[in-house]
């Protein structure tokens, strides 16, 4: 396979078309899924670690969004909770299942609430455990996630268990495992597609 922009443009091409028609029942049970947690006055909370926090800021806060979402980001624990700057410098923060009680505690969280957890791996320690402490809590869960890596990789949390899961609705977000679309020669990667086509599930 050949590197260039225009292989680039059509492997997400395909992603995107594969990613937007091939799981209309699991779109629309979360879209029935949020609009019902909007109709009981809830508001829809997301979250997301590293670059997964991408498709988070679509959701909540975005200028012309929809109106009664929150996003919860590993910042919080700085700007809410009390905890030094130099805390969000640490690598095996989002590895950390503690963290995901420390988010939830910060939170503006009501019972009506619903959650969108995204995470191409879905398997570090915080995203699992905010996944099980919600849907011990209660709150309808949709994940996005890529199917494919999550299969390749193993879970980084005590229990074993994925986001995909614990999640009511899971909705793959159609990125190769590894995270990468083309081949370089010498066995390496370029290109990641998965803030690109999970966007198409915002």
Do not use: W
């Not at 805390?87 to 988010?103: I, T």
């Amino acid at each position: 396979m050949n590197v260039s922009g225009t292989r680039y443009v059509e492997v997400i091409r395909a992603a995107i078309d594969r990613v937007g028609t091939g799981q209309g029942g699991a779109v629309a049970r979360a879209a029935d899924l949020f609009a019902a947690t909007v109709q009981a006055g809830g508001v829809i909370q997301a979250f997301g670690c590293g670059h997964s926090e991408a498709l988070a800021m679509e959701i909540a806060g975005r200028a012309g969004g929809l109106v009664p979402t929150n996003r919860i980001a590993l910042r919080d624990l700085v700007l809410y909770g009390g905890e030094p700057r130099r805390v969000l410098d640490d690598p095996g923060l989002e590895r950390d299942p503690a963290v995901a009680h420390r988010l939830y505690d910060l939170a503006p969280v009501k019972p009506d609430d619903a959650f969108v957890i995204a995470s191409n791996s879905g398997v570090n320690g915080a995203v699992v455990e905010l996944a099980l402490l919600v849907a011990e809590r209660g709150h309808p869960l949709v994940a996005i996630t890529s199917a494919a890596h999550s299969a390749g990789v193993g879970s980084r949390h005590p229990s074993g268990r994925k986001l995909a899961d614990v999640a009511d609705v899971v909705l793959d977000n159609g990125a190769p495992y590894g995270d990468a679309a083309l081949p370089l020669p010498g066995g390496g990667a370029v290109g990641a597609v998965s803030s690109i086509t999970a966007a198409v599930l915002a």
